[in-house]
Structure formats: C-alpha cells, structure tokens
C-alpha cells in the first residue's frame, strides 16, 4: 500500500515536471516574445547646421524682397549675432553690409534723378515747380532724400534772390541814368516794367 502511494506520488511529480517543461516557450519563441526594442533617436541638428540653415532662411527672404534693404539687413544682422564665430555668422554680416549699401545706392540714385528733375526746371525758368518737386513728401526714399531736398531747396531761393539782386540793382542804375539827365518820364516806366518783371519772377 505504501509503494503504491509513493509511486503514484513519483508520477505525479514527473507529470508536473513534464507539463511545466511543455508549457515553457522555447529560446526562439521567448526572443520573438521580447518588445521590440525601441528605435534609436536621430541626432540633433549641429550648431553648424542651425547657422546655415538659419542663413539660408534670411538670404532667400533678401532675395525675394531686393528693395526692403534695412529689414534684409536686420535679419541678416540676427543670424550673425544668434551664431558668432561660425561661417555662416560671417557671410550674414558680410550680406547685411551689402544690403546696406544697396540702400545707400539707391538712395543716392533717387536724388540723382530728383535733382536732374530740377535742373530742368530750373533751366526753363519754372523755379517755383522745382521748390514745389523738392518740398513734396512722397515717393521712396522719402525720408532719406528730405535733407537733400530741404538743401537743394535752399540753393534755388539764393540762386533765385541773388538774380533779382543784380536784377534791381542794374534797374536802379539805369533809373538813376535816367534821372539825372531829366528823363523823368522814361525812369518812370522803366521802374514801371521792373516792377512787373519783379512780380512775374515772384509768382
């Protein structure tokens, strides 16, 4: 009775031994069971990379916007301060320095023509349209050019003013000619046209 119990014990150990063995997942099926691992993170971006990328940006937006110089140079100017010392710091400050003498070109080309404007004016006698062209406040380069305009407005009015100057002096003279060789009558008149022509330049 005893062997009987200790052999059915014996097979129910081996029993339990053998189920635990089949239910065990193999090597194969416990690394195919594993979570995948996961995927490596990609690099951050260089500080290089940043600064060239961050010039590209600035000098594709100057390029498509060839007249708004001092915003191109602002940004140009950004990307040199955000990345010192880099390559693309450099080429930044060199392209916002061109900027700003594009503007500078443009501006002195503007007045170029404004004044040629105005010698034109000036020429064919039109003296209060050219005060008139120089005083107006539109157009580009309108704040850059009112000194230059405000300048050039003043040397007509001398121009003008040391004209009418000579212009009454000689009257004078011929008035005072006239005067005192008893042509009273002719001094008259011509102090009379003199007046007119004084007017005429006025207006």
Known sequence: MIRRIILGVAVAGVAVVLLRASLRPSGREARASMPARVAAQPEAPSAG??????????????????????????????????????AAAES?????????????????????????????LEEAGRLEEALALLARDEGPYVDETRAGRAAEAERIRALHEAAQKRRDEALDGV??????????????AVRERGAVASGSDAQ
């Not at 990328?53 to 916007?65: C, T």
């Not at 594009?102 to 023509?113: I, Q, T």
């Not at 042509?183 to 008259?188: H, Y």
Request: no cysteine; hydrophobic share 55%; glycine share 4%.
């Open 49 to 86: 990379a940043l600064a060239s990328n961050a010039l590209a940006v600035a000098q594709a937006w100057a390029e498509a916007n060839p007249e708004r110089y001092e915003e191109a140079a602002a940004r140009l100017k950004e990307v040199a301060e955000r990345f010192p010392g880099s």
């Open 92 to 120: 930044a400050a060199a392209l916002a320095a061109g900027r700003t003498a594009a503007k500078a070109a443009a501006v002195e080309k503007a007045v170029a023509a404004l004044k040629l404007q105005v010698r034109e």
């Open 175 to 188: 008035i005072e000619l006239l005067l005192a060789q008893g042509m009273k009558e002719a001094a008259g």
